[in-house]
C-alpha cells in the first residue's frame, strides 16, 4: 500500500487548525480542534470522521499542504467509519470499476480525456474544440470519488492501473505526453492526490480551464460577450487545485460575463449536495442547498456556471427552478461562440 | 364448421371473424414456454349484445369458448385447451365515461391500458389508473379479472380491489351488472351489496365474458419522486418494507434483485414511489420513510441510493421499459414469470429458492416482488427470459417455471395466473370443499361446460 505523503509534526505543532476551525459543517474552537487533532493523529476516533462532509475544503485551508483530509479518510477507513451505508458503497465500487473495453486507437493533442461521462461526449464540438481528439469510458475514470467513501484503498488500487491504462493505450503509442482534463477531478487526483499518495504519474495534464482561457484567446474575435450575471458552483475537487482559480476569472472575463461576488464562492463554497445525501444526511443537503440557492438569487444571477458534471446534474432543476440557467462552464464558452 | 363460420359472420360482420390457418397459428400461442393449443375459430365482437349472440351459438352447439385480451398473461390462460372459438375482445376497447368527483371510469373490456392511459392525461390529467408493467396493449379487462396489480397498488391494494363493478355476459348467454351499475347509473362501488364479483375475478374467463368494467381513478400530482433503499441482507428484507409500507406514503413499492448489470447483483433495491401537491409534502413524505428506516441506515446496512433526477425517471416510468427490455434479452421474443401471491415474511425463502432454482436450471433471470397495500401482502415475480427459436432454452425455462411454481406453494404462496400445471398443484393442496364449491358454480353458471374449458379442472 502506498502511504500517504503527511508529516504528523506538523499537525502536532499546527497553532491555527485551519483544517476543522474553518470547517463548514462542522463547529470547533480552536482548543476542540487541537483535541480532535491529536485524537486523529494517534490513529483513534474523533466526532470529525462522523462529522465530515467530505467537501476537500480543508486540503484548501491547510496552510502547510499537509492533507489533512486525506488523512481523515484514511482513518475513517482504518476505523470502518463509513460516511455512507455499506451496501451503497459497495455497489457503487462495483459499478464504477473498469470495464476492460479499452479500445486503444489513434488520438493526436490536444487529447481530452473525458472520464466516465459518457453523457458528455457531446459538449467536445465546434471551433471550441477544433482538431481535439477524446478518450472516455470505466477504464480511465479517476476513482477520486472514493474520498466521499472512506474508500482510499480502491484509490490506491485502481489509479495506477488507470494511469497506466492512459499511458500505454492512449499516450505512448501515439507519442504524447499531455491531454486536458475535461473535469476537475481528474486534474486534481493527477496532480495533488497521486503524489500524496505516492503514486507516480508518467504524463502531464492540462486544466480544462487553462485549455479554454487560450483557446477563447484564440478565438477572441468571434466571441460575442454574454452580459449576464453568473454564479459560480465551485466544485469539492477544486479545493485540491485553488491554483486553478484564476482562470475561471479569466474565462468569465473573455466570455463577458461578471462572476458577482456571492457568500458562498471561492473559499467559502457550499457542497452540491449529492455526497451528503449518500451520507443519508438529507437534512443538511436541503439547508445548504437552500442557502446556496438564496445566495445565488440575491445576487440576481442569471446563470449558474458549473464544471462538475455531478454537481451540474444534482442541481440543475433546482437552479432552474429559481429562474436561473444551469449551464457547464465548456458550454458557456460555446454559447459566447454564439455555437 | 362452415355453418358455424358463417353464423359469427352474421354476428359480427366478414372483417371481424377467421377460420384461416394464419389466425389459427397466431391465436394458439402467448409468449410464454406453453404449446399451442389450436383455435378453429377466432371472432372479434364489436359490442355487449355481438358477444351475447357468440355465447348463445357457442351454447346451443357446445363449442369451447375462450375469451383475450392481449394474451400477455404468458401463462397460456388464453389458449383454445380444447379448441372452438376464441373470442377476441380488442375491439371493444371504448371509454365510457371517467367520474372526476367519485373518481371512477367505465371501459369497455377490451380497452387497453395505453389507451385508458393516455385518455386521461388528455382529457382529465388530475387523474389515473393503476397501470401494470405489462405493454400498454393489455387490456384493462385481462388485467383486472387475474388478480393484476401496478404502479398504484401500495395505495390501492390489487387490481381486483380497484373494481367499482362490471357488466358480464354468462356462460349461458345472460348480461348481467355487477356493483352499484346493478342498482344505480352511476357505477361507483361493490359495497353495499351482496358482491357478486367474485363470481369472474381469478377464474381465467371460466365464468363469463366481462365486457364493460369500472375502475377506481386516483389522483395524479404534479410532483412525483422515487427513493430507492438498497440492502444486501434479505433476511431483513420483510421489516424494511412493513416499515416503509407502514408510512402509507407511497403509491408503488417493489423490490428488485437482478444479476445484471453486475453492479446490482447480490443487492435488494426496493423502489418506493410517491406523489406530492407540494414541494413540502414531497420533503415530508421522503422524511417519513428516511425514519421508518432509521434503525438501518444508522447501522450502515442500508441506505437510500443518491439519484439525480435525469435518473429517476425510467425506474417512475410506469408501465417499466426496462422490464419488457428484459422480458427480450435473449432475443427471439420468449418470456414467461411466475409471480406468486405471498405474505411478506416469506421473501427471504422466496428470494433464495429462486435463485438457486434459476441457477440450477441455468436461465436468464430476473427477481423482484411489487409490495400490495401497506405491505399486506405481495405479488414475487421470479422471470425468465428465453429463446423461443431454441427449444433447449424453452425447455429450461419451463422446467425452472414449473419448480418455481412448486417452490411457490411450498413456501406458502399461491401461484398468480397460474398456467394448467400450476392450477393442478393449487387444487391439489386446496380445501376440497373450497374445490367443490367451485365446481358447483361452474356448473350452475355453465351447464354445458363452454367457457375456456380445461382450466382449473382436475385432469380426467
Ligand atoms: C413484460 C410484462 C410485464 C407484466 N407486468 C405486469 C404487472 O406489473 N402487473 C400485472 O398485473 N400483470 C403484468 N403482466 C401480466 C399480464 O400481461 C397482464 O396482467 C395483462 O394485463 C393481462 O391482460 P391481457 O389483456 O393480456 O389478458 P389475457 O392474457 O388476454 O387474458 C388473461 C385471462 O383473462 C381472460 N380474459 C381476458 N379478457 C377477458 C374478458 N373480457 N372476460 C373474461 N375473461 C377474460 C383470459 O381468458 C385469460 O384467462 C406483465 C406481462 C408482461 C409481458
Redesign the pocket.
Known sequence: MTMLKYDPEICEKCETVDCLVRCQYMQFDLTQAKEEKLKLLAGESSRVLEGCATCYACEEYCPNNNHPFYLIVDRQEELSTWPVPIPLVKQQVKMMSPKGKITPGKVNTPLINLCFFPMLTGCIRGRLFDGTSLIEGSDIFCNIMWLHFAKNSVIRERLPKIIDTIQNNYLAENGINEFVCFHDECYGAYTHLAPAFGIDVPFKTVHLFEYLTKRLTVLKKEITPIRATVAYQRPCSNRLIPETQHWVDEIFNLVGVDRVEREYDRENALCCGTVLRAMQKDDIADDLQKRNLDDMQKVGAAYCVFNCPACFFTMKDMVTERGITPILMSELCQLALGQ | MEKIYQELKKIVGDQYVSNQPEERFFYSR??GTTEPCFPDFIVMPGSTEEVQKIVLLANERKIPI?????????SG??RPLRGGIVVD?KRMDRILEVNEFSRFAVVE??TS?GKLQAYLKKHHPSLKHSV????PM??I???I??H???HLSALGGF?TEMLNGLEAVLPTGEIVRIGSCSVSPYWFSRAPLPDLAGL?LGW??TT????KIAIKLYPDRPLNDIDIFVMEDADSVPDVIRRLSGTAVAEDITAIMTPVPEWASGFQMINVIYGAESKREQVLKRDLLRESVKKYIKDKVGGFMPLYSDMKGRFMEAPASQ??RF?DVKKGGG?EYVGAIMPIEVFPDAYRKGLEIAERNGVTYSTGA?IIGLGHTMMFFYAYAFNRADPIDVKKAQKALEETNEAALTIGGIPW?AEVPAQQGIIRRMDPNTFKLMGRIRQTLDPNGIM?PGNWEVPS
Open positions: 402467448d409468449g375462450t375469451p383475450m385480451g392481449a394474451a400477455l398473461v404468458l390462460l388464453s375482445m373490456a377490451g391500458e401494470p408493467d405489462a405493454p393489455a387490456t379487462g385481462g388485467n379479472l387475474i393484476g396489480s401496478g387490481h369472474f381465467a374467463g363469463g365474458i366481462a365486457t422490464l419488457v422480458a418470456f411489487r395466473k375456456n
